[in-house]
C-alpha cells in the first residue's frame, strides 16, 4: 500500500499509519466512519483499508477456505455446499459461502435435501442463440436464486475453448471460438454479478479434456495460447469483471496452473490488471510458497488437498520471511476487493434463505433452451409439425419422462423433481455425478400442443418394434442421447446403446423421420443422409421438454447456431480420443490431488499442434469441411442478404441489408469474419442476432473486434498490423454471402 493511500485513509479516520508496521496491527473499530466504509473509494482502497485493520490471524484465515462434505470444522451458517470462508464480522467482511453454478445452484447428489433450484440448458445452448442477453438473463437467474439460498460466490463462468470433442465439460463451456466464448462468458459474469454476489471465471487455463485432468501437461506455444484460450478469458475478464478467477488442475509448460507465475502474475496480474483474487479449483494446490509467490490468492476446498497448504504452512512460511508478509496482506486485498467491487460487502447476503419466483425463472430457463437449439437438418420442410399431424410416434432418450442433464458439479436438483436418477458404480466421477433427467417430458408437451393427434411413445430398446411403430406414424422422432460429466471423457462420438441403429431402422421404416439429439457436445452422424429431420437440442434444462416441443411445431423459431464443429469422421480431430498412459488409471488420477505421499504425480503430457487454430480454423487450415461447420444453423424462414458494403481504415467491418422472404418471423444471425495479413484462417470478429418479421428489412452493422484482428508478438504485444484484409460477411464459418479487401490502419492494442 502506498505512503498516498496510508496518510488519505488516516485522515478518512481509518487506519492509522503506524497500524501499517511490520507488528501485528492493532484491531481498528468498525465504525461507520471507517474508509473501508466509503463507497466513494475504489474497492481496491476500501480493501486496502481493511487488510491494514485486520490481524495476521484474521488474514491468514481469509485465504483457505473448507469444503463442507469433508471439513471437520463446523460452523452454524454452514451447509452442505462447495465451500466456506469464515468471515470477520468485526469488520463487516463477510463469510463466503459458495456454491457450484455452471447452469443453476448446484446439489449434485443432494447434500441439501429438498433443495431444488432452476436449471439452465447446457452452457452451449446458450452459446448457441448467439445472444448476449440470453447469457445476462441466465447469469441474472441463477444470481438470484444463489443470493435467496444465502449464497454469494458462484463458481460459474466457465470459458474453456472446446478443442477436444471428447471432453466431459464441453456442454459447461461455451464452444470452440474465443470471442464468442469471451462475450457470452461476460454476460453471464455481469448477470451473476448484478446480484452483488461474487462470481468467478473459469478454469484458467487449458481445462480442455477430462482424462488425467490433475496430471496433464498443457503444452502449447505461446503466441497460439494467448491468441486463443487466453484471449477468451481476456475478453470475458474485460466484459465481465469477475470478483474472481479460478485456476485449472493442470500443468500449463511443466507448471501447475494453481502456481504458475507466468499466468497468475506476468500475464493476469502485469498485462491485465486483474484487480480481483484467483481462487484454486478443489484440489488443485500443490505447494505453499512456490503457489503462493506465483499468484494463487486462497486455497479452495482444503480437505481435497494433499495437504492445507495455506493453513500452518502458510502461517510459518510468512513468520519465517519465505512468503513476505505484504504478499499475505496483497492476497487478502484481493479477495476483499474482488468482494468490495461485486457489491457483496455492502449488500451482504440474507441470513436465512428467501422465497424465489421458480416459475419467472423457469421461464428463463426456457427461452435459453428455445433459442440455442439447432435445426441442422430439414428435408422437405419436414419440420415445423403440422398441428394437423395425427399419428406421431416419440422413440427412445426416454422422452416419456423428462430430458437429460449433464453431470458433475454443474448438476442442478431441479424444481420438479427427477424422474430418472442412476448413481454410477465406476470411473472418476461416480463419488459426485448421477446419470439424471430433468422432469420436462417431450411426450407431454407434445400431447399438450397437439391435443388431436394420436402421440405414443416407444422405448427405442427393441429396433425393430420401434421400426414397426414409425412405419404407420406421419412422423417419427427419435430422441437420441449421450450422457457426459466432469471428471470423465466421452468413451466415444458414437451415441452409446445401440441408438445409430435404432435410427437407421426407423428412418428405413418412416421418410419422415426427426432426430432429437441430446448431447454434451458433437456427435458422429452415420444415418446423416437417411434421416428427414435433425435438432440439436443440447441439454436443454428443466423446460427442455417444452422448448424442445415449442420449435419442432414452430411455435417458436428454430433460431440457435452451432458454437463448435460437428466433424465427419474422428480422423478429421488434431488427437485421438484421450487415453491415460500406460500404468495410470483414473483413480490413480484423482488420488494425485488427495491422496496420501509426497511424490508429485509423473506428469502426463497432451501436445495442442493445431494452435490457435481452434475448432473451424482447424479445418480451414487443413482444407476439410466439417459436417456441420461452427455458426450453421437452419431457420424456418428465408433471409435474403444483399447490399453488403465493407470498411477499412482505423475501425473495420460491414454492413449488410438483411429482408425476410419468407411467410414467418425469424432470426438471422449474419456472421464477420478476418483474415490479416499473416494468412492464417478467417476469424469471427463479429456477429448480431436480429428477429425480423416476413417482409421486413434492416441494415445489420458488424465491426471487426480489433482484439480478433490483433496478433501477439513476443516483445511487443499486441498489434493490429496494417495492410490488406480479407473481411467476410457469411451465414457460418464456411458459407459467405460476401467478401472483399479492405486496408486496415494499424493500431497497437496492448504494448507489453
Same mark, same amino acid.
Given at each position: 500500500?502506498?505512503?498516498?493511500?496510508?496518510?488519505?485513509?488516516?485522515?478518512?479516520?481509518?487506519?492509522?499509519?503506524?497500524?501499517?508496521?511490520?507488528?501485528?496491527?492493532?484491531?481498528?473499530?468498525?465504525?461507520?466512519?471507517?474508509?473501508?466504509?466509503?463507497?466513494?473509494?475504489?474497492?481496491?482502497?476500501?480493501?486496502?483499508?481493511?487488510?491494514?485493520?485486520? *490481524?495476521? #490471524?484474521?488474514?491468514?484465515?481469509?485465504?483457505?477456505?473448507?469444503?463442507?462434505?469433508?471439513?471437520?470444522?463446523?460452523?452454524?451458517?454452514? @451447509?452442505?455446499?462447495?465451500?466456506? =470462508?469464515?468471515?470477520?464480522?468485526?469488520?463487516? @467482511?463477510?463469510?463466503?459461502?459458495?456454491?457450484?453454478?455452471?447452469?443453476?445452484?448446484?446439489?449434485?447428489?443432494?447434500?441439501?435435501?429438498?433443495? *431444488?433450484?432452476?436449471?439452465?440448458?447446457?452452457?452451449?445452448? &446458450?452459446?448457441?442463440?448467439?445472444?448476449?442477453?440470453?447469457?445476462?438473463?441466465?447469469?441474472?437467474?441463477?444470481?438470484?436464486?444463489?443470493?435467496?439460498?444465502?449464497?454469494?460466490?458462484?463458481?460459474?463462468?466457465?470459458?474453456?475453448?472446446?478443442?477436444?470433442?471428447?471432453?466431459?465439460?464441453?456442454?459447461?463451456?461455451?464452444?470452440?471460438?474465443?470471442?464468442?466464448?469471451?462475450?457470452?462468458?461476460?454476460?453471464?459474469?455481469?448477470?451473476?454479478?448484478?446480484?452483488?454476489?461474487?462470481?468467478?471465471?473459469?478454469?484458467?487455463?487449458?481445462?480442455?479434456?477430462?482424462?488425467?485432468?490433475?496430471?496433464?501437461?498443457?503444452?502449447?506455444?505461446?503466441?497460439?495460447?494467448?491468441?486463443?484460450?487466453?484471449?477468451?478469458?481476456?475478453?470475458?475478464?474485460?466484459?465481465?469483471?469477475?470478483?474472481?478467477?479460478?485456476?485449472?488442475?493442470?500443468?500449463?509448460?511443466?507448471?501447475?496452473?494453481?502456481?504458475?507465475?507466468?499466468?497468475?502474475?506476468?500475464?493476469?496480474?502485469?498485462?491485465?490488471?486483474?484487480?480481483?483474487?484467483?481462487?484454486?479449483?478443489?484440489?488443485?494446490?500443490?505447494?505453499?510458497?512456490?503457489?503462493?509467490?506465483?499468484?494463487?490468492?486462497?486455497?479452495?476446498?482444503?480437505?481435497?488437498?494433499?495437504?492445507?497448504?495455506?493453513?500452518?504452512?502458510?502461517?510459518?512460511?510468512?513468520?519465517?520471511?519465505?512468503?513476505? #508478509?505484504?504478499?499475505?496482506?496483497?492476497?487478502?486485498?484481493?479477495?476483499?476487493?474482488?468482494? @468490495?467491487?461485486?457489491?457483496?460487502?455492502?449488500?451482504?447476503?440474507?441470513?436465512?434463505?428467501?422465497?424465489?419466483?421458480?416459475?419467472?425463472?423457469?421461464?428463463?430457463?426456457?427461452?435459453?433452451?428455445?433459442?440455442?437449439?439447432?435445426?441442422?437438418?430439414?428435408?422437405?420442410?419436414?419440420?415445423?409439425?403440422?398441428? &394437423?399431424?395425427?399419428?406421431?410416434?416419440?422413440?427412445?432418450?426416454?422422452?416419456?419422462?423428462?430430458?437429460?442433464? +449433464? +453431470?458433475?458439479?454443474?448438476?442442478?436438483?431441479? =424444481?420438479?423433481?427427477?424422474?430418472?436418477?442412476?448413481?454410477?458404480?465406476?470411473?472418476?466421477?461416480?463419488?459426485?455425478?448421477?446419470?439424471?433427467?430433468?422432469?420436462?417430458?417431450?411426450?407431454?408437451?407434445?400431447?399438450?400442443?397437439?391435443?388431436?393427434?394420436?402421440?405414443?411413445?416407444?422405448?427405442?430398446?427393441? !429396433?425393430?418394434?420401434?421400426?414397426?411403430?414409425?412405419?404407420?406414424?406421419?412422423?417419427?422422432?427419435?430422441?437420441?442421447?449421450?450422457?457426459?460429466?466432469?471428471?470423465?471423457?466421452?468413451?466415444?462420438?458414437?451415441?452409446?446403446?445401440?441408438?445409430?441403429?435404432?435410427?437407421?431402422?426407423?428412418?428405413?421404416?418412416?421418410?419422415?423421420?426427426?432426430?432429437?439429439?441430446?448431447?454434451?457436445?458433437?456427435?458422429?452422424?452415420?444415418?446423416?443422409?437417411?434421416?428427414?429431420?435433425? =435438432?440439436?437440442?443440447?441439454?436443454?434444462?428443466?423446460?427442455?421438454?417444452?422448448?424442445?416441443?415449442?420449435?419442432?411445431?414452430?411455435?417458436?423459431?428454430?433460431?440457435?447456431?452451432?458454437?463448435?464443429?460437428?466433424?465427419?469422421?474422428?480422423?478429421?480431430?488434431?488427437?485421438?480420443?484421450?487415453?491415460?498412459? !500406460?500404468?495410470? &488409471?483414473?483413480?490413480?488420477?484423482?488420488?494425485?490431488?488427495?491422496?496420501?505421499?509426497?511424490?508429485?504425480?509423473?506428469?502426463?503430457?497432451?501436445?495442442?499442434?493445431?494452435?490457435?487454430?481452434?475448432?473451424?480454423?482447424?479445418?480451414?487450415?487443413?482444407?476439410?469441411?466439417?459436417?456441420?461447420?461452427?455458426?450453421?444453423?437452419?431457420?424456418?424462414?428465408?433471409?435474403?442478404?444483399?447490399?453488403?458494403?465493407?470498411? +477499412?481504415?482505423?475501425?473495420?467491418?460491414?454492413?449488410?441489408?438483411?429482408?425476410?422472404?419468407?411467410?414467418?418471423?425469424? =432470426?438471422?444471425?449474419?456472421?464477420?469474419?478476418?483474415?490479416?495479413?499473416?494468412?492464417?484462417?478467417?476469424?469471427?470478429?463479429?456477429?448480431?442476432?436480429? &428477429?425480423?418479421?416476413?417482409?421486413? *428489412?434492416?441494415? @445489420?452493422?458488424?465491426?471487426?473486434?480489433?482484439?480478433?484482428?490483433?496478433?501477439? *508478438?513476443?516483445?511487443?504485444?499486441?498489434?493490429?498490423?496494417?495492410?490488406?484484409?480479407?473481411?467476410?460477411?457469411?451465414?457460418?464459418?464456411?458459407?459467405?454471402?460476401?467478401?472483399?479487401?479492405?486496408?486496415?490502419?494499424?493500431?497497437?492494442?496492448? !504494448?507489453?
Amino acid at each position: 500500500m502506498s505512503f498516498k493511500l496510508v496518510l488519505a485513509l488516516a485522515l478518512l479516520g481509518g487506519v492509522a499509519p503506524a497500524a501499517l508496521s511490520a507488528r501485528e496491527p492493532a484491531r481498528a473499530s468498525a465504525r461507520p466512519g471507517a474508509a473501508w466504509r466509503d463507497t466513494r473509494l475504489p474497492a481496491a482502497d476500501r480493501a486496502g483499508a481493511l487488510v491494514a485493520a485486520m *490481524t495476521r #490471524a484474521e488474514k491468514l484465515r481469509y485465504v483457505h477456505g473448507l469444503f463442507p462434505p469433508m471439513t471437520k470444522e463446523r460452523h452454524a451458517d454452514m @451447509i452442505p455446499s462447495a465451500g466456506y =470462508v469464515p468471515g470477520v464480522p468485526r469488520l463487516g @467482511i463477510p463469510t463466503l459461502r459458495e456454491s457450484d453454478a455452471s447452469l443453476g445452484v448446484a446439489n449434485q447428489v443432494e447434500q441439501r435435501k429438498g433443495d *431444488t433450484a432452476t436449471a439452465l440448458p447446457a452452457s452451449l445452448a &446458450t452459446a448457441a442463440s448467439f445472444d448476449p442477453a440470453i447469457a445476462f438473463a441466465g447469469g441474472a437467474m441463477i444470481g438470484a436464486e444463489a443470493r435467496a439460498k444465502t449464497f454469494n460466490v458462484l463458481l460459474a463462468g466457465g470459458v474453456n475453448l472446446t478443442r477436444d470433442a471428447w471432453n466431459g465439460r464441453n456442454f459447461e463451456y461455451l464452444g470452440e471460438d474465443p470471442l464468442l466464448a469471451g462475450l457470452m462468458a461476460a454476460e453471464s459474469i455481469r448477470g451473476v454479478q448484478s446480484n452483488h454476489i461474487v462470481s468467478t471465471v473459469k478454469h484458467y487455463v487449458l481445462n480442455a479434456q477430462e482424462t488425467g485432468r490433475n496430471i496433464l501437461d498443457a503444452q502449447i506455444d505461446e503466441k497460439a495460447l494467448r491468441e486463443s484460450d487466453l484471449l477468451a478469458f481476456r475478453i470475458a475478464i474485460d466484459g465481465g469483471r469477475p470478483g474472481s478467477v479460478m485456476c485449472s488442475y493442470n500443468r500449463i509448460g511443466g507448471d501447475w496452473a494453481c502456481e504458475n507465475r507466468f499466468l497468475l502474475t506476468d500475464v493476469l496480474r502485469g498485462e491485465w490488471d486483474y484487480p480481483g483474487f484467483v481462487m484454486s479449483d478443489w484440489g488443485g494446490v500443490h505447494s505453499t510458497e512456490k503457489a503462493a509467490l506465483a499468484g494463487l490468492d486462497q486455497e479452495s476446498g482444503q480437505e481435497l488437498d494433499k495437504a492445507i497448504y495455506f493453513g500452518q504452512p502458510l502461517a510459518d512460511a510468512v513468520a519465517a520471511g519465505r512468503v513476505p #508478509a505484504a504478499r499475505l496482506d496483497t492476497m487478502v486485498e484481493r479477495i476483499l476487493t474482488g468482494v @468490495i467491487a461485486s457489491g457483496l460487502y455492502d449488500r451482504p447476503t440474507p441470513a436465512r434463505a428467501q422465497p424465489i419466483d421458480y416459475a419467472a425463472h423457469a421461464d428463463v430457463a426456457q427461452r435459453a433452451a428455445e433459442a440455442g437449439i439447432v435445426l441442422l437438418k430439414n428435408d422437405r420442410d419436414v419440420l415445423p409439425l403440422a398441428r &394437423t399431424a395425427r399419428r406421431i410416434v416419440l422413440i427412445g432418450g426416454h422422452a416419456d419422462v423428462g430430458v437429460l442433464s +449433464g +453431470g458433475g458439479s454443474s448438476q442442478v436438483r431441479s =424444481v420438479g423433481g427427477v424422474p430418472i436418477e442412476i448413481p454410477l458404480t465406476e470411473g472418476a466421477a461416480a463419488s459426485f455425478a448421477r446419470l439424471t433427467y430433468h422432469n420436462s417430458s417431450p411426450l407431454r408437451a407434445i400431447r399438450a400442443l397437439a391435443p388431436n393427434a394420436d402421440v405414443r411413445f416407444v422405448d427405442g430398446r427393441d !429396433p425393430a418394434a420401434a421400426a414397426a411403430a414409425a412405419r404407420d406414424a406421419d412422423v417419427a422422432i427419435v430422441f437420441a442421447t449421450q450422457w457426459q460429466t466432469e471428471a470423465q471423457d466421452a468413451p466415444s462420438l458414437s451415441l452409446p446403446d445401440g441408438q445409430d441403429a435404432l435410427i437407421a431402422a426407423v428412418a428405413k421404416a418412416n421418410p419422415k423421420s426427426v432426430v432429437v439429439l441430446e448431447t454434451g457436445g458433437p456427435v458422429l452422424m452415420p444415418w446423416v443422409g437417411d434421416v428427414a429431420g435433425i =435438432v440439436q437440442a443440447w441439454y436443454p434444462g428443466q423446460r427442455g421438454g417444452e422448448a424442445i416441443t415449442r420449435v419442432l411445431f414452430g411455435a417458436i423459431e428454430a433460431s440457435g447456431r452451432l458454437p463448435l464443429s460437428f466433424p465427419r469422421s474422428i480422423a478429421q480431430l488434431p488427437r485421438p480420443r484421450p487415453v491415460l498412459p !500406460p500404468g495410470m &488409471t483414473a483413480l490413480s488420477d484423482a488420488a494425485s490431488n488427495a491422496g496420501s505421499g509426497d511424490a508429485a504425480p509423473l506428469p502426463y503430457p497432451v501436445a495442442y499442434r493445431e494452435g490457435a487454430d481452434v475448432g473451424y480454423r482447424w479445418y480451414a487450415a487443413r482444407g476439410e469441411r466439417a459436417l456441420f461447420p461452427f455458426g450453421y444453423g437452419l431457420s424456418y424462414t428465408r433471409f435474403r442478404f444483399a447490399d453488403v458494403r465493407f470498411t +477499412g481504415g482505423a475501425h473495420p467491418g460491414a454492413s449488410v441489408a438483411v429482408t425476410n422472404i419468407g411467410a414467418r418471423a425469424g =432470426v438471422a444471425v449474419p456472421q464477420l469474419y478476418a483474415k490479416g495479413p499473416d494468412g492464417t484462417p478467417l476469424r469471427l470478429a463479429g456477429f448480431r442476432r436480429v &428477429t425480423l418479421a416476413p417482409g421486413q *428489412t434492416t441494415r @445489420i452493422a458488424l465491426a471487426a473486434d480489433p482484439r480478433i484482428l490483433a496478433r501477439w *508478438t513476443a516483445g511487443r504485444g499486441w498489434a493490429v498490423a496494417p495492410g490488406r484484409y480479407r473481411l467476410a460477411v457469411a451465414t457460418d464459418a464456411t458459407r459467405e454471402v460476401a467478401g472483399g479487401d479492405v486496408t486496415v490502419a494499424g493500431v497497437v492494442v496492448a !504494448p507489453r
